[in-house]
């Protein structure tokens, strides 16, 4: 068991802990801040009034959608232009993914193509980011614990990852409260990628011991909270334990490689504008299904195939639950959440081959507890449609 | 469920893992470093190749003992004198926190006491440490994730605490394999400290989610190695196992308080000179029984006592197991791995009502499950005596 681990230095979670951000910018990262949100929720008055009671001068950047290179680029010039000296983000994964970039942009000279790899020039960050507060309002990403941005390169179709230790947010509040007044339609989908981030490194090929007893926790609270909290939105106790699940899943995530679903995920959102949360919602259950398929005929997986059994004990309840009765579990709590198919979100089967194509080179693949074949991931996605 | 949770930036674990730390010194802290370590075991020669290949230019400094603040401001000189840009502590609890504090005043002016509350001026650090660099050659502490330093103060028999988010190493490289060589007395006590730090932070009245899946996964593994490590100490398998408990009460005592068991192997540790794992080990037993008796006697403590019930579950393997047959599987491991009683440690029974009275001050006795009298603490020692 070797294991390399990092996060975000200081990690706060709680109902109601939005309010020990006073304290902790009091004086202690400068006077003036960047706050990097969403445009429409969570109302950031108490943020604002939290700066304010901390003689903090705000400037803020609205994040319309999963950010791309120009709006990374128009937060850094606005916090260059304002002298800003740190930055808080506050929302979704792509307002924190977008704080993520903007800090460490602040902080070093240039443009966000001189250092994203692939389509820009890859030059590594020379200095640390400027400190960043990262406050999630979805439960979700997971994104406050982990040390990748992802951008949308438009006119590539396609989602890059920034990914340096530097990206590491210095303090993550996961405050649930924030959660609470959430749609139906959007705590489905983003309790379902938690969900996805706590399974895919259970099994992935780069599991470890510390991201086992994460999983083990988020995986048996996902089971018990997600359809609860989804039927009832003012059901608190599922509100909390959901946000919790998505904390482990960044904390998972960042220290163990995701699977297929995160792998496909990754190209269908560069092609399509389907949400990253419902993508990955829409295709756990068949990926679980084929990769148990996979490691069941092919090869000696049996420390794998015995993990898929552990999720099927913990989300059934069940002591002897088998492989499958699990993923009928998940299928069935998709279903019961009306997780969209991937027809619904607007992908045709005329790409499936370019999907599958481009998934092969994606990062999170490589952490897929079996090599799969393109026949493989294509039942995949023809399961998931 | 309320968490503040910090650590090291980032955390190595696994055998063999000591030679990352060629890649983690390149060129990234700077060219002098001040090394920390024990008098004789184990042999640094691998580490100081590590820092020649790496062209740092290194700087030593012999830790005898538990450190007081005359060693310290000693380690402060001589990396002031060298220049040292950063520093690295090989040793067991006594080098780590050591380095902690020397890498702290490295960065700040003036000497220990400026720093130190109640003995000192109490001022806070000012600017952040050295980057300060972990590694535990004891299973153990668990102090390489730890943001305190433990201090002795001879002339008033006490030890202090010095406590600071700055105190954070930058990295911990927990490598087992310099564990192998410890002899059996050693792997005996520092084992059951490390057992102690997941035990009282799972009861304890600050217990949070996070530290109690740290704790479950660490007892579980300490129930299955700690014996099997100490009979054979060539059982690797088991010596990993018994590293990985010591990281982990390193995450829980530092995320949750400790208790009654710590609250007097403070007081003790500065009025003898026993080893500290060997004073918690001797106490622990003991703890468990007088707390267990005063919260099933006292109160509304309901979930509390069945934190108890979980532990003896956990130990025994028996899943109807009560909390005395928990307790008493603990007390026959002492038993059976010859840990020293009191009594065998130095310690007077003349002494107990100075130590009964220090304990009740201590920072760790606030953590414990349930506020014990006087009687009931000096229960625990006649227990242990």
């Known amino acids: 068991m070797n294991i390399d681990f990092s996060t975000a230095n200081r990690i706060i979670f709680g109902a109601g802990e939005l309010l020990t951000l006073r304290k902790i910018i009091d004086g202690k990262y400068g006077k003036r801040v960047l706050i990097i949100k969403g445009r429409k929720y969570p109302n950031p008055g108490t943020l604002f009034s939290i700066c304010e009671d901390a003689?903090?001068?705000?400037?803020?950047?609205?994040?319309?959608?999963?950010?791309?290179?120009?709006?990374?680029?128009q937060a850094v010039r606005l916090g260059r232009e304002k002298e800003c000296e740190f930055v808080i983000g506050f929302g979704g994964g792509s307002v924190i993914d977008t704080g993520k970039a903007a800090a460490a942009l602040l902080n070093n000279q240039g443009s966000l193509l001189d250092y994203l790899e692939v389509v820009g020039k890859g030059k590594p960050l020379k200095n640390p980011s400027k400190p960043y507060i990262a406050i999630p309002t979805t439960a979700g990403t997971?994104?406050?614990?982990?040390?990748?941005?992802v951008i949308l390169v438009p006119d590539k179709k396609a989602k890059v990852s920034m990914r340096n230790a530097y990206l590491l947010p210095e303090v993550a509040i996961v405050d649930p409260e924030l959660t609470y007044g959430i749609p139906r339609t959007i705590t489905g989908v983003t309790g379902m990628d938690a969900f996805t981030q706590v399974i895919e490194p259970?099994?992935?090929r780069y599991s470890n011991s510390l991201v086992d007893i994460f999983c083990e926790d988020a995986i048996k609270k996902s089971?018990?909270?997600?359809?609860?909290?989804?039927?009832?939105?003012?059901?608190?106790?599922?509100?909390?334990?959901?946000?919790?699940?998505?904390?482990?899943?960044?904390l998972a995530l960042a220290n163990a490689k995701l699977g297929a679903a995160h792998g496909l995920a990754g190209p269908i959102g560069g092609m399509f504008s389907a949400p990253h949360g419902a993508i990955c919602a829409a295709l756990l259950p068949s990926v679980m299904l084929v990769n148990a398929e996979a490691l069941s005929i092919r090869g000696?997986?049996?420390e794998k195939l015995s993990r898929f059994k552990d999720i099927a004990r913990w989300v059934t309840g069940k002591e002897n639950a088998n492989i499958n009765e699990g993923i009928e579990w998940i299928a069935s709590l998709c279903e019961n959440m009306r997780i969209p198919r991937l027809s619904e979100l607007g992908i045709k089967k005329e790409h499936f081959p370019t999907i599958i194509q481009k998934s092969k080179k994606s990062s999170s693949m490589r952490g897929n507890p079996i090599q799969l074949t393109g026949q493989e991931i294509e039942k995949i996605l023809e399961l998931s449609f």
């Not at 003689?55 to 680029?73: C, G």
């Not at 997971?142 to 941005?149: L, P, Q």
């Open 55 to 73: 003689k903090v001068k705000w400037t803020y950047f609205n994040v319309e959608q999963e950010p791309d290179i120009e709006t990374i680029n």
């Open 300 to 302: 000696s997986h049996l």
């Open 202 to 204: 259970y099994v992935s």
């Open 223 to 250: 089971a018990s909270y997600l359809l609860r909290g989804w039927k009832d939105g003012s059901d608190y106790e599922a509100r909390d334990n959901i946000s919790w699940v998505s904390l482990m899943g960044g």
């Open 142 to 149: 997971g994104s406050e614990v982990t040390r990748n941005a």
